[in-house]
Every structure is written in structure tokens, then in C-alpha cells.
């Protein structure tokens, strides 16, 4: 069973950072995908930053230049390092990890998420 954990959230001021971690149980390698979600107060969950196969990562744009992923492969763990923080990052953040599972007939993508750590940015 995988597991996530994230932890580093927290309140900050305008401009400030954080860093977010992803612990996972077991090797991260075995991920086709593993990302970065958030969600604000009423809104609809939304992509942050995406690792994809072949090592590319998508950012949304709002993010783009101020967020940064990666991953240390001997802590089996993802980062999200995010500078320059604005109120409207304000969310809870969820880690996401992506594989394919199933027989070989009929694999099918399974996500599995973390329980969330809460980003505040006060102005």
C-alpha cells in the first residue's frame, strides 16, 4: 500500500517561502508521475507542478518561476520549494503519486494522495 505524507506548510507573509516534502513509503521510482496539487477555500483542486516520465515537469503558470519540484530518490521523498509567495497560493497543498497497476490485460493508472498540509500567505 503507498503511502504520502506532506508536512512543511504553514503561515507566512507575502513574498516569503516554504518548502513543501512528500515522504513516501517505498521507492519513488516505481511512480509513472508524482506532483504537486492545491486546492483553495471553494475552488476546484488544481495542478502545481507535474514530474512526468521522461523527467519534464509541468508548472501552472501562476507558479511558473517561483516553484520549484524535486525529488531526493535515497529519502524517497518530493519537494515543492516555493518563493516569492502571494496570498492567492493560499491552499491546502496535496502531494500526488501516479502508477500503473492491474494484470498486464488490463492495467489501469491508480493515483494515490497524501492528506494535505495548509498554506497561508497573509498580505
Known amino acids: 500500500q503507498v503511502q504520502l505524507e506532506e508536512s512543511g506548510g504553514g503561515l507566512v507573509q507575502a513574498g516569503g517561502s516554504l518548502r513543501l516534502s512528500c515522504a513516501a513509503s517505498?521507492?519513488?521510482?516505481?511512480?509513472?508521475?508524482m506532483g504537486w496539487f492545491r486546492q483553495a477555500p471553494g475552488k476546484q483542486r488544481e495542478s502545481v507542478a507535474v514530474?512526468?516520465?521522461?523527467?519534464?515537469?509541468n508548472y501552472a503558470d501562476s507558479v511558473k518561476d517561483r516553484f520549484t519540484l524535486s525529488r531526493d530518490f535515497a529519502k524517497n521523498t518530493m519537494y515543492l520549494q516555493m518563493n516569492d509567495l502571494k496570498p492567492e497560493d493560499t491552499a491546502v497543498y496535496y502531494c500526488?503519486?501516479?502508477?500503473?497497476?492491474?494484470?498486464?490485460?488490463?492495467?489501469?493508472?491508480?493515483?494515490?494522495w497524501g492528506q494535505g498540509t495548509r498554506v497561508t500567505v497573509s498580505s
Open positions: 500526488n503519486a501516479r502508477r500503473t497497476v492491474g494484470p498486464v490485460e488490463n492495467p489501469h493508472e491508480r493515483d494515490y
Open positions: 517505498g521507492n519513488i521510482l516505481r511512480f509513472d508521475s
Open positions: 514530474l512526468i516520465s521522461g523527467g519534464s515537469i
